[in-house]
């Protein structure tokens, strides 16, 4: 039988998480091989592109760029997105998009419509971790639904939908972070299925899925539900995280409360940062960068297999994702990852340990989450060597 495991209340004070903790770090001590923060390479942010972007901007839209502007969003970058979309199989008019401060924020507003003291929402185990602290911000409960290496398990699901009136599901179908996993069409087709026959509502965090390394492009869990689908996703990890530009597919009757409280939070997301995104989705050298991030991406990944291949001790194991940031390693049961941490940020090498992203209180602390993306790639074999020295 399928379980689900529960983890209730809220913190009494907002508190740093491991993620805050690791930013901290790494800002003090940048000598360290750092597989901690899920940020883009810095040596491939596009400074000079973003440069002449905004001229460009500037140029094509004058001082409307720099002046405050609709909530849901910035119409021409409204526009760019809804064709965005649409390569990915998502097929929606642009009066159901609204452009949020990062994918983050998106979460964040949709939070704020749906979620109060008493919520329930239903997450993936493992989960980012960061969303678990927003909901549990809004006084909601977070409960865990049981998952395979294809993802949520549908008869779980359909379990916990039964017993708890879930405010929404979060799932993250494509590149899972932390796992890296990514959930088949056929799983997904099946997930929806669930999803529809309790008429509940589904929040798809989709923030990784340009950056694919092999295979094909999978159809959105929206596709096969789109009106019981919040999409989201962000120009964060293909653009630049400093713009904030995520991108947000509504059901009709949550758009109107999201864009009103977002009014009252910051009035609307950057409209200079938003024609900026405009352009880059508008033009061929937006392409060009894309394809430069995801050869270089591909490489370091395979660097980090293969690394974990020949330094790693007898008894982990990992993941082998096909794309997405994140390489998921488990050891022994009787491993800690969590008390090998400080040895590992004193020998010049950090990761997060994998008890950051489960709900429950009882977390296990025999994983490790290795985030490639950000490490120079001739960094990465010596950082995995050092990492395995101390798991052995």
Not at 322 to 330: I, S, T
Request: aromatic letters at 8%; one cysteine or more; hydrophobic letters at 45%.
């Amino acid at each position: 039988m399928s379980r689900t495991s529960i983890a209730f209340g809220r913190d009494a004070a907002p508190r740093s998480g491991p993620i805050d903790d690791a930013f901290t770090t790494l800002v003090r001590r940048p000598d360290v091989i750092s597989f901690a923060v899920g940020a883009p390479d810095p040596a491939l942010l596009p400074g000079e592109l973003i440069a002449s972007l905004a001229a460009a901007a500037i140029a094509k839209y004058g001082n409307t760029a720099l002046q405050y502007g609709l909530t849901q969003g910035f119409p021409p970058l409204l526009e760019q997105a809804r064709m965005l979309l649409s390569g990915r199989g998502i097929g929606c008019a642009t009066s159901r998009l609204h452009i949020a401060t990062g994918g983050s924020g998106a979460l964040h507003n949709v939070c704020m419509a749906l979620l109060g003291p008493g919520s329930v929402v239903l997450v993936e185990t493992p989960t980012y971790g960061p969303a678990v602290k927003v909901f549990r911000s809004h006084g909601a409960t977070v409960v865990q639904v049981e998952c395979d290496a294809d993802g949520v398990i549908p008869e779980a699901l359909d379990i916990a939908l039964a017993q708890y009136d879930a405010a929404f599901v979060y799932l993250l179908p494509t590149f899972q972070n932390p796992t890296g996993r990514t959930m088949s069409a056929a799983r997904r087709a099946r997930v929806a299925e669930v999803i529809t026959w309790h008429r509940a509502l589904v929040v798809e965090d989709d923030v990784y899925t340009d950056l694919r390394y092999r295979g094909e492009p999978l159809p959105a869990l929206w596709s096969f539900a789109p009106d019981n689908t919040v999409y989201i996703t962000s120009l964060s990890k293909t653009l630049a995280p400093a713009l904030r530009i995520g991108i947000a597919v509504l059901p009709v009757d949550l758009l109107e409360p999201v864009l009103a409280l977002k009014q009252g939070i910051d009035m609307q997301t950057s409209a200079f940062s938003q024609a900026i995104a405009a352009e880059f989705l508008g033009t061929p050298a937006g392409d060009a960068h894309l394809g430069r991030l995801v050869a270089s991406y591909a490489v370091k990944l395979n660097t980090v297999t293969n690394a974990l291949e020949k330094y790693f001790p007898t008894g982990f194991s990992w993941s082998e994702p096909a794309g997405g940031m994140f390489v998921w390693v488990q050891g022994p049961t009787d491993f800690d990852a969590d008390a090998v941490l400080p040895r590992a940020l004193a020998a010049g090498v950090a990761y997060l340990p994998g008890s950051a992203f489960f709900a429950a209180a009882d977390a296990p602390r025999n994983a490790i989450r290795l985030s490639f993306a950000g490490v120079p790639e001739h960094r990465i074999d010596r950082g995995i060597e050092l990492l395995a020295g101390l798991c052995a």
